[in-house]
């Protein structure tokens, strides 16, 4: 599982897709999270503008990445 450190108190979901380079643009984000292929501390999340918070962890494909305060 991959960390990756935040600076804020949240990332969208959205952004962190794409901060972590599981996806290359913010319509690919936009359209996995749509499909429901993005899960949120293990369920399945379709709300692109999700808070992500430290202590979160997102799961798309065969990636797992905990986000972490920075």
Known sequence: MEKIAISTEFI?????LKYASLVGTGGEAKLVIA???V???GEVCTMRG?????????GFD???V???QG
């Open 12 to 16: 969208k979901l959205d952004s962190l």
């Open 35 to 37: 499909e429901g292929m």
């Open 39 to 41: 899960k949120v501390n």
């Open 50 to 58: 999700k808070k992500i918070r430290p202590g979160d962890v997102v």
């Open 62 to 64: 065969r990636f797992l």
């Open 66 to 68: 905990e986000v972490v």
